[in-house]
């Protein structure tokens, strides 16, 4: 990145007591020129309440409609959207037209301009941070930048998937840093922020581990959604429970296919689904999905499946993903969501 310009003099005079107290408030602090992102050349000065962004008109305005509709229509007098935007005026930094970022924190638009300067700031399968991925969500979506919202969609579709694959609930990669400490409410950040930004096709699987989340977890993160969505979370909680039951009887229940007739793999099997049942909804791996994923071994230990017989032991894989297809098909009416035709239309 290039190098960072001097800061312009001030034209106040003012020495006033306050102005020399190093505890004020940062409200009260000169945006500065930004180390990183100041280019000797750029065109365009982006401000912040903190930095001061040198950067070039024509690559806001390739990447992005709402820069280029500003770019292409000069403005008189001050032009902005109440509810936050740019801000086009006659304001100028060092002889460079200056517009003002308001309702975007210096944070948020840090990460946008790397994200536009710097192709691996963020790609697609390569682990990142809870801020950066809400940062280019959310300004990706406010300024139209198609091509990098797409990106953060998909990167997240990895890890809260729209469609069955195998290896669904362990997709061999991480979403996060090895050294990002991972906040407990990651999953309520990322479901409020696909609520707000419209990111249709990961909502039922954002929707699912905000779900299966300890219930104090659930009360507690609460306050970043709306209350319609928080009841979503609430009653699907309990379709899920139920799913744990439907689980247990699936895969547990003798199948006329299998041709058992042992009463011992009969009394095994028994045995089982009423210890599934008794533990279920207080073990996080009897959901659903956690469930398929780890079949057999994950519904007893291996002196209790010793009993089985050969046949109902074979037969489980075919049983199981026959519930996984029936309950992924149905997991956007667990949330009172659209199906996943619909969803999936969102990136057509």
């Not at 379709?239 to 095994?268: E, M, N, Q, W």
């Not at 207080?282 to 999905?289: D, E, I």
């Not at 894989?317 to 098909?329: C, K, N």
Request: hydrophobic fraction near 35%; proline fraction near 5%; include cysteine.
């Amino acid at each position: 990145m290039a190098s960072r310009a001097k800061r312009r003099r001030s034209s106040s005079s003012s020495s006033s007591q306050d102005d020399k107290n190093t505890d004020r408030s940062c409200s009260n602090l000169k945006p500065t020129p930004h180390d990183a992102l100041w280019f000797k050349d750029g065109s365009i000065v982006l401000a912040t309440d903190v930095h001061l962004y040198r950067v070039h008109e024509g690559v806001l305005a390739q990447n992005s409609s709402v820069f280029k509709d500003m770019f292409d229509f000069p403005t008189s007098g001050e032009r902005g959207d109440a509810d936050g935007g740019v801000s086009a005026s006659a304001e100028e930094w060092d002889g460079v037209p200056l517009v003002r970022m308001v309702g975007d924190s210096d944070e948020d638009v840090y990460h946008l301009l790397m994200a536009l300067y710097d192709r691996e700031y963020h790609q697609t399968n390569k682990p990142t941070t809870l801020p950066i991925i809400l940062a280019l969500l959310s300004l990706s979506t406010k300024y139209d930048i198609p091509t990098l919202r797409r990106e953060v969609i998909d990167h997240l579709a990895i890890f809260y998937p729209s469609r069955l694959t195998k290896g669904l609930r362990y997709p061999g990669t991480s979403l996060f840093k090895k050294k990002y400490v991972i906040p407990k409410d990651a999953n309520f950040q990322l479901l409020a922020a696909a609520r707000r930004y419209d990111a249709r096709p990961i909502l039922p699987m954002l929707f699912y581990e905000c779900a299966v989340e300890p219930w104090d977890s659930i009360f507690e993160y609460s306050k970043l959604l709306d209350s319609e969505d928080f009841q979503r979370i609430i009653t699907g909680r309990e379709k899920l429970s139920t799913g744990i039951y439907k689980f247990g009887r699936t895969v547990l229940h003798p199948h006329d296919s299998f041709h058992c007739s042992s009463g011992v793999c009969s009394k095994a099997r028994m045995d089982l689904f009423i210890q599934w049942m008794e533990n279920g909804e207080y073990n996080p791996q009897a959901y659903p999905l956690e469930a398929c994923a780890n079949g057999l071994s994950g519904i007893g230990e291996e002196e209790d499946l010793v009993n089985l017989c050969p046949g109902c032991v074979s037969g489980t894989p075919q049983l199981l993903e026959y519930f996984q297809w029936v309950f992924w098909d149905a997991l956007p009416a667990v949330f009172r969501l659209d199906d996943w035709e619909t969803l999936e239309k969102e990136l057509a």
